[in-house]
């Protein structure tokens, strides 16, 4: 996992962060010719010259499943303020960001730049550096991806540093209604199984009115729409080789303990299995267990991993209206609806804006919740408690640098 999504997809983040910076920076001029009229004297004449100037030392803490993908926006946003940066990879996932901060340091000497304004502190699992560089009163600026717990840390004992993070929340489905439900259960399983659901991105919950929906195929009951969805993820699943491409590798073991306690959390629809062939490797595929959202409250925390929740509400409306509120309680990054009536899409809409969350409508085909397109997407709004930065909006670059200003008279022409 930590190669995939890495290419590309991941420097198209970076250059659109370096892109928005730039913007930044450009808005005000470099240099002006200010003037104020003085009556019948002659006017004031100031030159005026603009600087920027960056903060200071950038800290860059990267994530176990994506430290490309989530690292480079950091990176190269202060990279293209002027700040010096210190990337600090997980130590599970060392190896791309090493090979980064080396192709960095050799562009840098190649421009006649210091190969130090990069550095990479990489450490052991058992031995962390991690808060001592969070607190060092050089750091101004600290990039962060990973658990709500050590975000919290991170934010709160990073005295006067900028900080900027990504963390985690309880992504949510709501199925009101489908005029392709093949269709829709194809494209929700493979959400579910993509990279075992260690995207941050990755759905969990998934509400469906107790009483069934409608569909092109005609009224489908609860059970119908659970069994849909596991029977979709097993025809995705059936072969051995698309499975290992599509789920990979579970990254950490504690993925594995989190997935059998969820067995106890509720009705199994679908049973997780290791994936045939892969006996060298750790790997799950998706478990998806039914519950009563009047009753059930295992679903109402971040469960990272392929662990997903079908949950019976009253309607559609009342999925929405749990989901929106659990982003905000939790935090989410995602969300996506199902849905015929613009009614009900515009109640989507309006729930999920509020909540801060990025909500996909009717997806089928190959474009999934998951994804998310640099220059066109805004990844995390920052809105909840899954982050309080976008990846990239002008907040996200604004503040790693200051503009100061000299003048003096304007004499001459």
Same mark, same amino acid.
């Given at each position: 996992?930590? !190669?995939?999504?890495?290419?590309?997809?991941?420097?198209?983040?970076?250059?659109?962060?370096?892109?928005?910076?730039y913007?930044?920076?450009?808005?005000?001029?470099?240099?002006?010719?200010?003037?104020?009229?003085?009556?019948?004297g002659?006017?004031?004449?100031?030159?005026?010259?603009?600087?920027?100037?960056?903060?200071?030392?950038?800290?860059?803490i990267?994530?176990?499943? !994506?430290p490309?993908?989530?690292s480079?926006?950091?990176?190269?946003?202060?990279?293209?303020?002027?700040?010096?940066?210190?990337?600090?990879?997980?130590?599970?996932?060392?190896?791309?960001?090493a090979?980064?901060?080396?192709?960095?340091?050799?562009?840098?000497?190649?421009?006649?730049?210091?190969?130090d304004?990069?550095?990479?502190?990489?450490?052991?699992?058992?031995?962390?550096i991690?808060?001592?560089?969070?607190?060092?009163?050089?750091?101004?600026?600290?990039?962060?991806?990973g658990?709500?717990?050590?975000?919290?840390?991170?934010?709160?004992?990073?005295g006067?540093?900028?900080?900027?993070?990504?963390?985690?929340?309880?992504?949510?489905?709501?199925i009101?209604?489908?005029?392709?439900?093949?269709?829709?259960?194809?494209?929700?399983?493979f959400s579910?199984?993509?990279?075992?659901?260690?995207?941050?991105?990755?759905?969990?919950?998934?509400?469906?009115?107790?009483?069934?929906?409608?569909?092109?195929?005609?009224?489908?009951?609860?059970?119908?729409v659970?069994?849909?969805?596991?029977?979709?993820?097993?025809?995705?699943?059936?072969?051995p080789?698309?499975a290992?491409?599509?789920?990979?590798?579970?990254?950490?073991?504690?993925?594995?303990?989190?997935?059998?306690?969820?067995?106890?959390?509720?009705?199994?629809?679908?049973d997780?299995?290791?994936?045939?062939?892969?006996?060298?490797?750790?790997?799950?595929?998706?478990?998806?267990?039914?519950?009563?959202?009047?009753?059930?409250?295992?679903?109402?925390?971040?469960?990272?991993?392929?662990?997903?929740?079908v949950?019976?509400?009253?309607?559609?409306?009342?999925?929405?209206?749990?989901?929106?509120?659990?982003?905000?309680?939790?935090?989410?990054?995602?969300?996506?609806?199902y849905?015929?009536?613009?009614?009900?899409?515009?109640?989507?809409?309006?729930?999920?804006?509020?909540?801060?969350?990025?909500l996909?409508?009717?997806?089928?085909?190959?474009?999934f919740?998951?994804?998310?397109?640099?220059?066109?997407? !805004?990844?995390?709004?920052?809105?909840?408690?899954?982050?309080?930065a976008?990846?990239?909006?002008?907040?996200f670059?604004?503040?790693?640098?200051?503009?100061?200003?000299?003048?003096r008279?304007?004499?001459?022409?």
């Amino acid at each position: 996992m930590a !190669f995939q999504a890495g290419g590309p997809h991941a420097q198209d983040r970076g250059l659109e962060a370096a892109a928005y910076a730039y913007a930044e920076m450009t808005r005000a001029p470099k240099s002006a010719v200010w003037s104020k009229p003085q009556g019948k004297g002659e006017p004031i004449v100031l030159e005026k010259h603009w600087r920027v100037v960056p903060r200071g030392v950038s800290l860059i803490i990267g994530c176990h499943t !994506f430290p490309t993908w989530n690292s480079y926006p950091g990176q190269f946003a202060s990279l293209a303020t002027g700040n010096t940066v210190i990337v600090k990879p997980h130590p599970g996932a060392i190896l791309p960001l090493a090979l980064t901060v080396a192709v960095a340091r050799a562009v840098l000497e190649e421009q006649g730049y210091p190969a130090d304004v990069v550095l990479l502190a990489a450490d052991r699992a058992e031995a962390p550096i991690t808060a001592a560089l969070v607190m060092h009163p050089a750091v101004r600026i600290v990039d962060y991806t990973g658990s709500n717990a050590f975000g919290a840390w991170v934010r709160a004992n990073a005295g006067d540093a900028e900080v900027y993070t990504e963390e985690a929340g309880v992504n949510s489905i709501v199925i009101a209604a489908t005029d392709d439900f093949n269709g829709m259960c194809a494209n929700i399983a493979f959400s579910l199984s993509l990279y075992s659901g260690q995207m941050c991105t990755s759905p969990q919950n998934i509400y469906v009115p107790r009483g069934g929906i409608d569909t092109n195929e005609g009224h489908k009951s609860f059970e119908e729409v659970a069994g849909g969805i596991a029977a979709a993820v097993d025809g995705l699943l059936g072969d051995p080789a698309r499975a290992a491409g599509v789920c990979g590798a579970i990254a950490n073991p504690t993925t594995l303990a989190r997935v059998e306690a969820a067995r106890g959390l509720g009705r199994i629809m679908r049973d997780s299995q290791p994936l045939a062939g892969l006996d060298g490797a750790r790997s799950a595929t998706p478990l998806i267990i039914a519950v009563d959202g009047a009753s059930g409250e295992g679903q109402n925390e971040e469960r990272f991993g392929p662990i997903s929740f079908v949950i019976a509400v009253e309607s559609g409306g009342e999925g929405i209206a749990k989901a929106s509120a659990l982003a905000r309680q939790k935090g989410a990054i995602t969300a996506a609806l199902y849905a015929t009536d613009e009614t009900v899409i515009e109640e989507a809409v309006d729930a999920f804006a509020s909540a801060g969350v990025n909500l996909s409508v009717n997806l089928t085909g190959n474009i999934f919740v998951n994804q998310s397109a640099a220059f066109s997407d !805004f990844h995390v709004t920052g809105g909840n408690p899954a982050g309080n930065a976008s990846l990239t909006d002008t907040a996200f670059v604004a503040n790693r640098f200051r503009l100061a200003m000299w003048r003096r008279p304007k004499t001459g022409k």
